[in-house]
Structures are given as structure tokens and as C-alpha cells.
């Protein structure tokens, strides 16, 4: 029997009311990105325990089910956000048999620009865990890799996997992405592979990135993250010769807007691209993109060099490492990066911890070059190559920023407390404000990893009890982005060939956005429009005159349902059920698009050309 565990956490702190600051804008690309500052917080308790009873731990990926996403009358916002808890806890530096899982999160939340007393603006419950699982019932592990032959498993359909001397697969699981079946892919440290489930939590598939990626030792995959369980011996040597660095694997997880490519990104860079420098050399990351329009058939087609953010401290050059992006289109993305202080950490006073913005225009895409291999690095001790053009970026938000931070009672300082900030910050997800008033304001939540940190804990069978308690903690931000068109219409005698009905428009902003397109002919008959078009064509091309998509009947096309609503959402008329009208709901980076309707015989008659942004 299932058991339901349901707990909103609420803590109530002290905390003057401070005025909202202005917004604070960056342009990148010709776009403008304004943050409107913190308007809310909300926290898990440490010592929250899931419903088999183990420690909730962290938020290491976090993704909104815009589904359930919903704004009430009164401006309280809710809906279900899926959270991914990393590998666990560590016993003496070992990795443990934990069982990988995803969270369900319900959540509600109410902002409060001015700030607050207290930090349950956003109230999160606990509803619902699923463990992960092979196809024939076996629970995968958080168990570092075997370092002999037992660490490469075999499995019928996937590549070479990461596996524990127990013979189970391990997972050393991050980032996550939801997709409209309910299915979920994960990113993976370990591999890094990333890997996708059904919605029960059963694994469905594998994919391997490109060689330079994978750790090999002795020329050899050697998946170990020298992490071993008691009695299993350490990698030689400790780190892997090319590819991830130890527990510096796949990070960051999102999917484009209209949901086909997977985007990926490296904690950090690889070994041969100045990783074995150490963390001062480690700057140049990587990012890559899948098609997973066919997700059980993934296919790389992009791969970019991010150069991460330079700190100092102790007078010694750091790189701050990835934590989490969220993808605004396909050419810009916000990146979650941080040091390694704040408090859980022997500093708890963070010197750089942001969300920045970049931009791929221009950047030279790597796929199926020679830097997907070993041998040639990107970035040989941590310069990058001439031929390589990297993402350029600018900083967005600064959560070090205490001025915003104590509008809630938080605080990034030397002297830490329940409410400094904790070490690791590893998750982003954004969420449309659903305002009338500013159609182009989303909330960008910001998720905490607390390392299952509490004097409370139980796992793999054992309680455990760790030096001080670390609530999980999410940072909501009000962000801008970008110009919304509610509505163009055109209205013309269409024929066949060049005297086809065109009519143009721009999406303008830093997001990609959702339309509803349409070309009418029968339904204008019902408004009393003589000479409809019989049956029209729905084309839309973009600025290279390229075909976006296509559409010949409205009710025939695979989103049907969602079309039916979003129509209904933007004011747009019903069409009737069986018309020969056409229309598309899809989803349309930034640029300039044309719409060209026709009919399907060549005939001609009247049509209607319509493009509805959708909210």
C-alpha cells in the first residue's frame, strides 16, 4: 500500500520589511534580462523523511510540471514541482547502498516583493517518492563504481554502465527533466551518461556522451569517483587520466521550451581540459545538446565551451563551479554557479554564488569534431584553443547579494546560523507569473543541496547523525523576460502559388514563446464571410526559409487536446470539430517567422491568418 507522506514546513524568523529595489537589468545579444530581486522563500526541514522512511536530503535537481501550474484569483500560485536528490550521504568518505530516487513536491506560493517576517512563502509538501529501478524490479545504487571489471556493466540495448561491485547499476543522479508523458530523463555524475525512466521510475535508456567525457584510467572506461565502500579498494589512480574529473560529471539538466533537444552541462572541465590542473584551471566547461524528438533515440547535435566565473580566495585564482541551467531558448540559458563555501563548509562565507546568462551566438559548436576525443583537448592546461569561439555570459542575479538576502532574514556571513546560506547550491526552475499586468515576468526558483545534512537522519537501513542540521532551501526571484504580442490577424483572398496568403511577425524577448497559429477558411462562414477558402494549408517558415511545421486539418494534428485549450485560453473562436480549417500550437524561439496559407487543391477563396501568443 502506497503511504502518502505530507508535510508543509513552515518557520517563522525575524526579519525587517525592506522597500523593493529597482530591477536589475543585463543586456546579452541584443536581449535585456531584468531581475526584479527576492520575493519569497520557502524551506524543507533537514530531518524530513520520505515515505520509505529515509531522509528527504536535497535539492540537486528541481523541475516545474507547468501542467499543474496555476494562478488563483487571489495571486496565490501552486502546482507540483519534481525535486531529484543526489547519491546520499557518505560514511568515511564512502559512497553508500542508497537508492536513487525523485521527490513530488505540491507547492503554494504567495510573493511578497516588499520581503517578510518569515520565509513560508513558498510552502513545499511532500507527496509523493519514487525509487528507481532496472526492467526486471532491481533498485540501481549510489554505490561508487567498482574499480575492476565489475564497475563496467552490461546490459542488452544500453552501452557500458557504471556499476557497484554488488553487480547493482550506480547512479550519481542531478539534474532532471520531466516530459509531457510523465517520463524523466536524470543527468549522472558517475558516467556522466544521461539516463531516462518511465514515469514509474523504471529505466528505459542510456545515453553515452561523446569519449572526451567518459574517465578512463589505463586507457580504460573506469567510472569510480574513488568514493569506495568499505572492503572495495581506490581507483589507480585516484583520478581518471582524460575525461570528468572525480564528482565533477554532468551537472546541469534542461530541456528546450517546446520540449525536443536535451541540453547537458559539465560541473566543471574535463581532465584534459585543464581539470588536472586543478580547480584554478577548470574553466572551460562544456555544454551539449540532444534531439530527443524520438527520446528513445537521442541524437548529439551541439556542443559549446562555457568559460565558468573566475574568483579569488586566499589570493589563489578559483573557478566556480556549474550547479544547475535552465534553457530560455536555444541559443541563451541561465547558469547556476558557485564557490564552495557557505554553511556546511569550513567558510561559510560564500565569495561568488550567481545565476548568470549566456549566449551561444557565435560560439563554435564542437560536435563531431576531434574534441570529442581524448587526444585532442580543448583546452590543454586550461587555455582554450584559437579555433574554439566560447558562450559569452553576463551575471543576472548575485545570491551573495545580503541586501536582498535580509528582506527574508537570510544572510551570507562568517558568523553562520540556520539562515546562512548553505554550501551548495544546485537548482534552477522557471515558471511563467501568469500576470496580466506583466505578461513577460517569470519566478526563477533556486534549490539548495543540503548533503541529507541533519542530526536527525536515516538511510540504507541505518540511522546516521550529522554534525549540524541544513534545511533544503528554495530563493524565488521575479525575473523579465522579454516583449509578449498577444494577438495578429490578416485577412485575404488566398489562390494557388504566389497568390498564396503570406503574412509575417517577430518574436521578440530572451524566451522562447508558445503560439497558437491559424489559417481559416470554412470557420469564417459562420461570421457570414462569403467565398471561404475550401481547405486551407498551414505553413510557417522562418527568417532562412526554413519549414517550422505544417498543418493541412486543425483536429488531425498530435496536440490536439492542447491546442483545443490554449485556443480557448487566448480568446481565439472555436473551430468546429470536423473543419477543414487549419492550426498548430508550437513553440518559436526568438526571430522572424512567416505564415503561408493555401489551399490543399490550389483552389481559391477567403482566409483568415491568426498567431496568438499563448501566456
Avoid at 67 to 77: E, N, P
Avoid at 435 to 446: G, H, I, Q, T, W
Wanted: a negative charge; hydrophobic letters at 40%.
Amino acid at each position: 500500500m502506497t503511504r502518502r507522506i505530507a508535510t508543509l514546513v513552515c518557520l517563522a524568523l525575524a526579519s525587517p520589511v525592506l522597500p523593493p529595489l529597482t530591477a536589475q537589468t543585463v543586456t546579452l545579444g541584443g536581449t535585456a534580462f531584468s531581475s526584479k530581486g527576492l520575493v519569497g522563500v520557502g524551506r524543507v526541514a533537514a530531518a524530513q523523511k520520505d515515505k520509505w522512511g529515509e531522509t528527504f536530503g536535497s535539492l540537486s535537481g528541481l523541475a516545474v510540471d507547468l501542467r499543474t501550474w496555476r494562478r488563483s484569483a487571489d495571486g496565490v500560485y501552486s502546482g507540483s514541482f519534481y525535486a531529484q536528490p543526489d547519491r546520499g550521504i557518505t560514511r568515511s568518505g564512502a559512497a553508500t547502498n542508497y537508492t536513487p530516487r525523485t521527490h513530488r513536491l505540491d507547492v503554494s506560493f504567495l510573493p511578497a516583493p516588499n520581503g517578510a517576517s518569515n520565509q513560508i512563502q513558498l510552502g513545499i509538501s511532500l507527496a509523493e517518492t519514487t525509487r528507481l529501478t532496472e526492467a526486471n524490479g532491481t533498485f540501481l545504487t549510489s554505490l561508487d563504481p567498482a574499480t575492476t571489471p565489475a564497475g563496467l556493466g552490461t546490459r542488452p540495448g544500453f552501452p557500458v554502465l557504471p556499476q557497484a561491485s554488488t553487480g547493482r547499476l550506480s547512479i550519481d543522479p542531478e539534474g532532471l527533466v520531466l516530459l509531457p508523458d510523465g517520463s524523466f530523463f536524470l543527468c549522472d555524475e558517475y558516467g556522466p551518461y544521461l539516463y531516462r525512466f518511465s514515469a514509474a521510475g523504471v529505466l528505459l535508456g542510456a545515453i553515452r556522451p561523446p569519449e572526451a567525457l567518459i574517465p578512463k584510467r589505463g586507457g580504460r572506461d573506469s567510472f569510480s569517483a574513488d568514493n569506495p565502500a568499505a572492503g572495495q579498494p581506490s581507483p589507480s589512480p585516484n583520478e581518471p587520466t582524460t575525461g570528468r574529473e572525480n564528482n565533477q560529471g554532468f551537472e546541469g539538466l534542461a530541456a528546450s521550451p517546446d520540449g525536443r533537444t536535451l541540453y547537458v552541462l559539465m560541473q566543471s572541465a574535463a581532465r584534459q581540459d585543464g581539470g588536472a590542473g586543478g580547480s584554478s584551471l577548470r574553466r572551460h566547461t562544456r555544454l551539449l545538446a540532444y534531439d530527443i524528438a524520438n527520446p528513445a533515440a537521442a541524437t548529439l547535435k551541439g556542443e559549446w565551451i562555457l568559460p565558468l566565473p573566475l574568483y579569488t580566495q586566499s589570493g589563489v585564482q578559483q573557478v566556480a563551479s556549474v550547479g544547475e541551467l535552465t534553457m530560455l531558448n536555444s541559443r541563451q540559458f541561465l547558469v547556476l554557479v558557485r564557490d564552495g563555501n557557505g554553511r556546511g563548509s569550513s567558510s561559510t562565507a560564500s565569495l561568488y554564488r550567481a545565476v548568470l546568462v549566456y549566449d551561444l551566438t557565435g560560439a563554435t559548436n564542437l560536435a563531431g569534431t576531434a574534441f570529442d576525443t581524448a587526444g585532442t583537448p580543448v583546452a590543454p592546461n586550461g587555455i582554450l584553443a584559437a579555433s574554439v569561439t566560447p558562450a559569452t555570459s553576463a551575471v543576472l542575479i548575485n545570491l551573495n547579494d545580503n541586501t536582498e538576502l535580509v528582506k527574508f532574514g537570510l544572510n551570507n556571513s562568517a558568523s553562520s546560523n540556520s539562515n546562512t546560506l548553505a554550501e551548495k547550491w544546485e537548482s534552477l526552475a522557471l515558471a511563467p507569473a501568469l500576470d496580466p499586468a506583466a505578461p513577460d515576468d517569470f519566478f526563477l526558483f533556486v534549490g539548495n543541496d543540503n548533503d541529507f545534512s541533519t542530526t536527525d537522519g536515516f538511510q540504507d537501513g541505518a540511522a546516521f547523525r550529522a554534525s549540524l542540521s541544513t534545511d533544503s532551501m528554495i530563493l524565488v526571484y521575479r525575473l523579465t523576460l522579454g516583449a509578449r504580442l498577444v494577438n495578429i490577424s490578416s485577412r485575404a483572398l488566398t489562390g494557388a502559388d504566389g497568390d498564396a496568403h503570406f503574412a509575417g511577425f517577430v518574436v521578440s524577448g530572451a524566451r522562447a514563446k508558445t503560439f497558437v497559429v491559424r489559417g481559416i477558411g470554412p470557420g469564417l462562414a459562420a461570421f457570414g464571410v462569403p467565398g471561404t477558402l475550401p481547405d486551407p494549408v498551414l505553413q510557417i517558415f522562418d527568417a532562412n526559409n526554413r519549414l517550422v511545421l505544417a498543418n493541412d486539418n486543425w483536429n488531425q494534428g498530435s496536440l490536439v487536446a492542447d491546442l483545443r485549450a490554449a485556443t480557448a485560453l487566448v480568446g481565439g473562436f472555436a473551430l468546429a470539430e470536423n473543419s477543414q480549417d487549419a492550426a498548430v500550437l508550437l513553440s518559436l524561439d526568438p526571430g522572424a517567422y512567416t505564415v503561408q496559407i493555401a489551399d490543399s487543391s490550389g483552389r481559391s477563396g477567403v482566409s483568415l491568418a491568426e498567431v496568438y501568443e499563448v501566456p
